[in-house]
């Protein structure tokens, strides 16, 4: 099989610098790729494959706008648009799964279309700000 990697991605290569990890916070929502579901707290939410994979590349970089096309492209690996709405059913599904926790407005839609992951700042009430190098 052959997966397409995002620029830069080297993980699990000779000399690769990038592991990747187990885990991946996604607001109160702690996403393990070894089960390949999601937690808050103690209790596991049951995610099917794709709802993993969904909230797990929206985790990725919270805030970031991602285009139906992206997601078909990235998590789906679907090149060709099928005209169907399996994007949004699984957001939808995502979303029912973190409702009983008050937590469905995670996954945020976009007012050009797409989703991100609408996180609340960090716990001291600053957001975390990437300094660049000299």
Do not use: C
Not at 14 to 39: K, N, Q, S
Not at 74 to 89: K, L
Not at 121 to 127: E, F, H, I, K
Request: glycine share 8%; charged share 25%.
């Amino acid at each position: 099989m052959n997966a397409i990697l995002p620029a830069g991605y080297r993980a699990g290569y000779p000399g690769g610098d990038l592991m990747i990890p187990r885990f991946r916070d996604a607001g109160e929502v702690t996403l393990d790729l070894f089960h390949r579901d999601g937690r808050i707290a103690d209790r596991w939410l049951g995610f099917h494959p794709r709802e993993f994979a969904l909230l797990w590349r929206l985790a990725e970089h919270p805030g970031e706008r991602m285009t139906r096309r992206q997601l078909l492209a990235e998590v789906w690996r679907i090149h060709i648009d099928p005209e169907t709405n399996s994007v949004a059913v699984h957001v939808a599904r995502v979303r029912s799964k973190l409702e009983p926790f008050g937590l469905s407005r995670l996954i945020a839609t976009h007012r050009q279309g797409g989703y991100f992951l609408d996180t609340p700042p960090a716990p001291d009430g600053y957001l975390i700000a990437h300094a660049e190098p000299d």
